[in-house]
C-alpha cells in the first residue's frame, strides 16, 4: 500500500537518463514495477500505424508506428526464482570446486540499446537492411473506426534508415518496451582446480610438510537468452542507495572474467 491518494510511486534514481522508464512501486502489482514507453497497440497486442509524408524523398507517403501518451506496465525486475549451485569433488589429492547461480522470471529495461540504435550500432537497427520495411505485427486505420492487419499485398511501408532508428525518437528510440528483455541468466562464479601433494613426495624434503597448487577462474561463464543483445542483466544503472533494480545504461561496465593461481607451502 501507499500513502492515500498516491496511485504510485517511483523509487528515487531509477529512472534512465531519457525519463522512458522507471521502476515503481503500484498497490496490486508486484515489487518493483518497470513502467515506461510503449507504442498504442490494439486490444490483442497490435502496433497501430499512423500515416506520415516525408518530405525528403517527392513527398512520399509512408506509416510509422504510434507512441502511446501514457506509461505503460512493462513487467516485474525481481526474480521471482533463484537457484544457486556448488560442488565441490576430491579425489587422490585433487579437489575440484564449482559456485553457480540462475536467476529468472522478470525482465529488465536495457538502457544502452536506445544509445546503440542512436548510434547505429544496434542489431536492431540493420535487421531490415536500413531500407523501408513493413513493421512486424502491426495494424493500419480502416473504416469507422476499425483496423487492418499490416500484411499481405495491401502492407504499407515503414521508412528504414536513420530517419526512423534514429532521427525521430519517438519512433523508435524512445520506446522503452523496444528494449526490455528477459533478465533470465546462468553464471558459472567461480571453478577452482586444486592439487596437494603427497607426503610421501615431500618427506624427501625435510623443511616442507605441505604444498598445494590451486588454478582458479571468476565470471568465466554467462549465459542469457538470445533476446538479450545488450548486456548483463545482473548490473542496475540505478543511483546508490535507491533499492530499485530492473534498468541498466551503457554506463555499466559487466564483470570481466579473471584467472589466477596460488601455490601454498607449509614448513
Do not use: C
Amino acid at each position: 500500500s501507499l500513502s492515500e491518494g498516491l496511485p504510485q510511486l517511483q523509487l528515487p534514481g531509477s529512472g534512465d537518463q531519457t525519463g522512458n522508464a522507471g521502476i515503481y512501486a503500484i498497490p496490486g502489482r508486484p515489487f518493483p514495477a518497470l513502467l515506461g514507453t510503449d507504442y498504442s497497440r490494439t486490444p490483442d497486442g497490435k502496433v497501430i500505424m499512423t500515416k506520415v509524408v516525408d518530405q525528403v524523398d517527392d513527398k512520399q507517403v509512408r506509416y510509422v508506428p504510434l507512441r502511446d501518451p501514457t506509461l505503460q506496465y512493462l513487467g516485474n525486475t525481481q526474480p521471482k526464482f533463484r537457484y544457486g549451485f556448488n560442488a565441490n569433488i576430491s579425489y587422490k589429492g585433487f579437489t575440484i570446486a564449482s559456485q553457480g547461480e540462475l536467476r529468472t522470471g522478470y525482465v529488465v529495461y536495457n538502457g544502452i540499446g536506445s544509445d546503440l540504435d542512436f548510434t547505429g550500432g544496434g542489431i536492431r537497427s540493420v535487421q531490415y537492411g536500413r531500407k523501408d520495411f513493413v513493421y512486424p505485427n502491426s495494424v493500419v486505420p480502416g473504416p469507422n473506426g476499425t483496423f487492418v492487419d499490416n500484411s499481405g499485398s495491401n502492407a504499407v511501408i515503414t521508412p528504414g534508415g536513420s530517419e526512423f532508428w534514429a532521427n525521430n525518437p519517438d519512433w523508435n528510440r524512445n520506446i522503452a518496451s523496444n528494449y526490455v528483455t528477459s533478465g533470465k541468466f546462468f553464471k558459472v562464479r567461480e571453478l577452482s582446480i586444486g592439487y596437494a601433494i603427497p607426503s610421501s613426495m615431500l618427506s624427501k624434503i625435510g623443511v616442507i610438510k605441505g604444498a598445494s597448487l590451486v588454478f582458479f577462474g571468476r565470471n568465466i561463464f554467462t549465459w542469457v537468452p538470445k533476446e538479450n543483445i545488450y548486456t548483463d542483466p545482473e548490473f542496475s544503472g540505478t543511483l546508490i542507495g535507491s533499492n530499485a533494480t530492473g534498468i541498466n545504461s551503457f554506463l555499466q561496465t559487466p564483470p570481466t572474467k579473471f584467472y589466477g593461481g596460488t601455490f601454498n607451502v607449509t614448513f
